[in-house]
């Protein structure tokens, strides 16, 4: 039996001809994924907390939030960020919105934060979401997109910094979903040094600890 699913991409994205074909094949042929991103052909949006992953990855700021992410490529940290371990292929939450599909099981279940104007990690907090209901999350080279190299919100052709900035409060939005290490996230903003970084973390700290609805956040 088919189950429903929904298929997403941009309008500056260009699907090959199998691409719904494939995206579907592959959600029935793998009952235990619930969101799949296909392959991209085009400049990628820029992950900036890797940064945090490349000076940090061998302290408990960068560990796995828990063993379910030991498999995956990218993965979500105990202090609330998505970063690469590796890239390629296989299970991950780093999910592109401009070439997606979720099962119905998990995007009837899934209820995206309104806080950020660039929509950051919104994909990402789908696919955790997916994983704490018992699926995986994966990226795969197939179902391929070619995306067209437009300046946008979240691919600026020139540096954006209220977009790195946004990239750093992730911690507030995953807290929706698994709840943060308050002390273990404190003591990340005393050891980092780039004025994003300060801001981005302070501003999800404040939220997560006075519960800031998702449209206060970063107004006060």
Known sequence: ???????????????????????????????????ISGEIIGKKWINYPNSLYMRFKNTEFMQEYSSIFSEYKAYLTKTGFSVDKEKGYGKSIAIAGVNMSIKREVYSKTRVLTYSLRGSYNESYIAVNAIKLGYHSVVVKKAKVVHLDNDSLSRPLNNDWELRIEKFTSSYMFNFLLPIDLDLLRRLLDQVEM??????ISTAIEGIKNKLPPRNLGRG
């Not at 189950?3 to 793998?30: F, R, Y």
């Not at 004025?195 to 981005?200: D, F, S």
């Open 1 to 35: 039996m088919q189950t429903e699913k929904i298929l997403l991409t941009t309008d500056d994205a260009i699907p090959d001809k199998n691409w719904v074909m494939e995206h579907v094949e592959l959600h029935e042929s793998n009952k235990d994924v619930g969101v």
């Open 195 to 200: 004025e994003e970084e300060k801001i981005g």
